[in-house]
């Protein structure tokens, strides 16, 4: 199960971070990543983290604003938010790939991947 936390609504600029708890499940073999889906639109990957936490990947529409990390002792992924634009207005989803077969530093970007969802998390930036 995950279950994530911390969207709202908030004004462009500043930061916001995001949290995912996942709970039963072992975390260290899970690739974990955030998606979002805009209104209106379909849901896009907005960054993956590798088991060992040493690989990331990003869509290019948040590199260098977001910031995606891990903590293995609580269980958690989070996502940093900094630059906020109004085009970061979305439903943040967090989600957890089995990916045992995978060296620790690898990431997953397509959803097909990923096994299980978090129940989603609305952020709404203004201008």
């Known amino acids: 199960q995950l279950q994530a936390s911390g969207g709202g609504l908030v004004q462009a600029g500043g930061s916001l971070r995001l949290s995912c708890v996942a709970s039963g499940l072992t975390f260290g073999r899970y690739v974990m990543a955030w998606f979002r889906q805009p209104p209106g639109k379909e849901r896009e990957l907005v960054a993956t983290i590798s088991k060992s936490g040493q690989a990331t990947k990003y869509a290019d529409s948040v590199k260098g604003r977001f910031t995606i990390s891990r903590d293995g002792a609580k269980n958690t992924v989070y996502l940093l938010m900094n630059s906020r634009k109004p085009e970061d207005t979305a439903v943040y989803f967090c989600?957890?790939?089995?990916?045992?077969?995978?060296?620790?530093?690898?990431?997953?970007?397509?959803?097909?991947?990923?096994?299980?969802w978090g129940q989603g998390t609305l952020v709404t930036v203004s201008s």
């Open positions: 989600a957890a790939a089995l990916a045992t077969r995978y060296s620790g530093s690898h990431v997953l970007s397509s959803q097909s991947f990923y096994d299980y």
